[in-house]
């Protein structure tokens, strides 16, 4: 088992724990920034989680990806 396989391992056993984080530091920064920010913190902590569900899905293998599968040459849809 290769280093990124206990990384996604972990991710995945620990994704509930993550995600709690992921929303704690969310609501800080929001507090200490008294909210002028709302908009662009719960945008970047939506993306922090697309990444920690990506890292066990992957792209091109299932919902969470964050690309095309490796070697797809197809363009994306407009």
Request: glycine share 18%; charged share 30%; no cysteine.
């Given at each position: 088992?290769?280093?990124?396989?206990?990384?996604?391992?972990?991710?995945?056993?620990?994704?509930?724990?993550?995600?709690?984080?992921?929303?704690k530091?969310?609501?800080?920064?929001?507090?200490?920034?008294g909210?002028?920010?709302?908009?662009?913190?719960?945008?970047?902590?939506?993306?922090?989680r697309?990444?920690?569900?990506?890292?066990?899905?992957?792209?091109g293998?299932?919902?969470?990806?964050?690309?095309?599968?490796?070697?797809?040459s197809?363009?994306?849809?407009?």
């Amino acid at each position: 088992m290769g280093y990124l396989d206990k990384v996604k391992k972990a991710v995945d056993d620990h994704a509930d724990q993550i995600g709690s984080g992921i929303d704690k530091v969310a609501n800080l920064a929001d507090k200490r920034t008294g909210g002028k920010h709302t908009t662009k913190i719960n945008k970047a902590s939506g993306k922090a989680r697309d990444f920690v569900r990506g890292l066990n899905t992957g792209p091109g293998k299932g919902d969470g990806g964050t690309g095309p599968a490796a070697g797809d040459s197809t363009p994306p849809r407009s």
